[in-house]
């Protein structure tokens, strides 16, 4: 099974700051037939079920702010959020789809400092 | 849009059984994935189904004896069955449609299903 390990754990960010929120696979997600990384970053609020924010490691899901950015390839991937809104308060999680058991990260916890 | 539906309540060794119902979209497209989620396991991918040619299935091996998957055409739906359940299988359950490039893109509301004596 692939291991995505997220870092930090927790981060807190001043209101219009920059989060930064790193992934890493324990095997590359990188499918050479088609050049693209088999990972997206989802967005959870509490009672809520996680949101795609960002697919293909770094095409925004229709609808998403462009604050929401991602980049990486291979086994080292990040998702930045820049300019942080109060309502970005959540847990963000990676995840790869490359090959199954599809396995996310453990999660980031980000809040306004 | 998925519409999750089942029993919330379970005693240990019991069946859990799960309906997803799907609109907008047909079981024979993409794929149709079950997750859950609980404090001790974050999220875990179950399994899920897709049809090419054929019905295909995947099932975490965390669970591979005892998950089935079914989809069913006539009512657009597919089902998750976990048997012989634990307390340990207490969590949230998602039902998920998973799209090639895209990933897991539109999700269910979520179902907790306890599962105690």
């Known amino acids: 099974d692939i291991v995505m390990t997220q870092s930090p754990d927790s981060l807190a960010v001043s209101l219009g700051g920059r989060a930064t929120i790193n992934c890493r696979s324990s095997?590359?997600?990188?499918?050479?037939?088609?050049?693209?990384?088999?990972l997206g970053w989802y967005q959870q609020k509490p009672g809520q079920p996680p949101k795609l924010l960002i697919y293909s490691a770094s095409t925004r899901e229709s609808g998403v702010p462009d604050r929401f950015s991602g980049s990486g390839s291979g086994t080292d991937f990040t998702l930045t959020i820049s300019g942080l809104q109060a309502e970005d308060v959540a847990v963000y999680y990676c995840?790869?789809?490359?090959?199954?058991?599809?396995?996310f990260g453990q999660g980031t916890n980000v809040e306004i400092k | 849009q998925l519409q999750q539906s089942g029993p919330r309540l379970l005693k240990p060794s019991q069946t859990l059984s799960l309906t997803c119902a799907i609109s907008g979209d047909s079981v024979s497209s993409n794929a149709w994935n079950w997750i859950r989620q609980s404090p001790s396991r974050g999220l875990e991918w179950l399994g899920r189904t897709y049809y090419k040619s054929k019905w295909y299935y995947n099932y975490a091996g965390s669970v591979k004896s005892r998950i089935t998957i079914n989809p069913d055409t006539s009512k657009n739906q597919f089902s998750l069955q976990l048997n012989s359940v634990t307390p340990d299988d207490t969590a949230v359950y998602y039902c998920?449609?998973?799209?090639?490039?895209?990933?897991?893109?539109?999700w269910g509301q979520g179902t907790l299903v306890t599962v105690s004596s």
């Open positions: 095997q590359s997600v990188l499918f050479s037939s088609d050049n693209k990384n088999y």
């Open positions: 998920a449609r998973g799209v090639i490039l895209t990933g897991l893109d539109c």
């Open positions: 995840q790869q789809y490359y090959s199954a058991p599809w396995t």
